[in-house]
């Protein structure tokens, strides 16, 4: 592999990582949604759910023993349980202060995502790609919720399956996996928010 396409390929897994995907949901489903109501108060603290506390894991590796030392696949499960924590408190925060159905879909399915993903790494030999997970869920979402043309997101989707392929960061089956988990956590999502809302 050449080192242009290896930089083109760690360049579109950083913009990729969910936390920036993330972002670009929660700014959709304000800017170009207006109609569902989310305040800009919920916006602040469905950023630090889905965004800052998720992508803490990264710069704290080098500071938490047991983690510190244990390169990618620490860095990974780090990812995973800081994204939890602020899938969790999202949850929390949405039942205590009645948010929008909406933003109770959106933090429903980070979580149940975000539990799938961990217990497919921990029960199955295919450790589903968190990476594909949060690519794919946002824009699932922004289908569901904002418009059809979200579709166009299914780019982005490609470009960061090829790289992460490509990189061997993920098998073609953990990234299909990956992708698979958000759409079925969207569903449940929907469907009990539509049920117990």
Known sequence: MSKLIERYDKFIRVIT???????????????AAPEYGVTGGQLALSILFLVVL???????????PGFKNGGRDAQRKLAIITALIGYISGIVYAAICNVPDVLMVVYLTYLISGVAVAAFSKLTHIKASGHACGVMGPIAVAIYYISPW???GLVVYALAFISSVRMKRHTVAEFITGSVIPVVALAISVYAVNLFG
């Open 54 to 64: 998720p992508v803490l894991g990264y710069p704290l590796q080098p500071f938490i």
């Open 17 to 31: 990582i969910a936390p920036v995907i993330a972002l670009i949901l929660l700014l959709s489903l304000y800017f």
């Open 150 to 152: 979200a579709l166009i």
